[in-house]
């Protein structure tokens, strides 16, 4: 059974930087796309950046984009977000996702969920 254990989300001020581990289990993450998204309180869960396997090719959204990267490591089975000048907006829980057939990008085609991480950003 895969499972996928997100870790690093806590308070932060504005303009400030974090990083996120995803550690997945029970399979080789070198066959999933992989997927970051966030859910802010009140609101749908969206998509924030993905991965393909080889890693040569990420996405991000609007919103994070120059400001969030995305990189994995098929030997640790781990994959991170960094996150940069952090804003208030991007306060939510963050959760990883495996994707064995698509891109990483849409919620409908994710096969594995993590728990998630709350991160938060104080003004």
């Known amino acids: 059974q895969v499972q996928l254990v997100e870790s690093g989300g806590r308070l932060v001020q504005a303009g400030g930087s974090l990083r996120l581990s995803c550690a997945l289990s029970?399979?080789?993450?070198?066959?999933?796309?992989m997927g970051w998204f966030r859910q802010a309180p009140g609101k749908e869960r969206e998509f924030v950046a993905s991965i393909n396997r080889s890693s040569s090719h990420t996405y991000y959204a609007d919103s994070v984009k120059g400001r969030f990267t995305m990189s994995r490591d098929n030997a640790r089975n781990t994959m991170y977000l960094a996150m940069n000048s952090l804003k208030p907006e991007d306060t939510a829980v963050y959760y990883c996702?495996?994707?064995?057939?698509?891109?990483?990008?849409?919620?409908?085609?994710?096969?594995?969920w993590g728990k998630g991480t709350l991160v938060t950003v104080s003004s």
């Open positions: 996702a495996a994707d064995a057939s698509g891109w990483g990008r849409e919620i409908s085609g994710i096969d594995y």
């Open positions: 029970g399979r080789s993450m070198s066959i999933y796309a």
